[in-house]
């Protein structure tokens, strides 16, 4: 299982000491991992502990997993300027053949720019690709902003289904 799905699937069963090893074991300068350092970080409230971690992998690399946390970091702290160049950038790197971890990163961030017809077709061409809860759980979240109630579910039941420890699916 490729390292970026292994992660989502640590966090949304709820075993933060599982992903904080799997990113702990991949190379230092690896974007994947410091997205989920800094997502672990965030999720204690340490912002600026995410902020040291995602900064400098997102400048190495302005299509990462790093890039898309600091873009959605910097939203959730006000930046809203800094968050809209990174999320721009992520939001269209995504073309047909793109694979589907793109897919998934541009759809986050179509999502997050609340450009829902772009978020619908990246996620739809992700979910097109193999069945993932993670791909599921954002498309219905997309579709709860947007409300569209009956799809939101559909893509939440999607989730559950492929596995029924994905917490955020529920």
């Given at each position: ?53 995602l900064e400098p ?30 999320l721009t950038t ?81």
């Open positions: 299982e490729p390292f970026p799905r292994a992660a989502r699937r640590a966090l949304a069963h709820g075993r933060a000491t599982e992903a904080e090893a799997l990113a702990k074991a991949r190379p230092a300068n690896d974007p994947a991992a410091a997205a989920v350092l800094a997502r672990l970080a965030i999720n204690r409230g340490a912002y600026d502990e995410a902020l040291k971690i992998a997102a400048a190495a690399d302005p299509r990462s997993d790093a890039a898309l946390e600091l873009g959605l970091l910097n939203q959730r702290l006000g930046r809203n300027q800094q968050a809209t160049r990174l992520l939001s269209r790197q995504a073309g047909q053949s793109a694979d589907v971890e793109t897919l998934f990163r541009a759809g986050r961030a179509a999502h997050a720019l609340a450009l829902p017809h772009d978020a619908d077709a990246y996620f739809k061409a992700a979910a097109e690709r193999g069945l993932d809860p993670a791909v599921q759980t954002e498309y219905g979240s997309m579709f709860l902003d947007i409300f569209y109630a009956a799809d939101a579910l559909k893509a939440f039941q999607a989730a559950v289904a492929a596995d029924p420890e994905w917490a955020p699916g529920y």
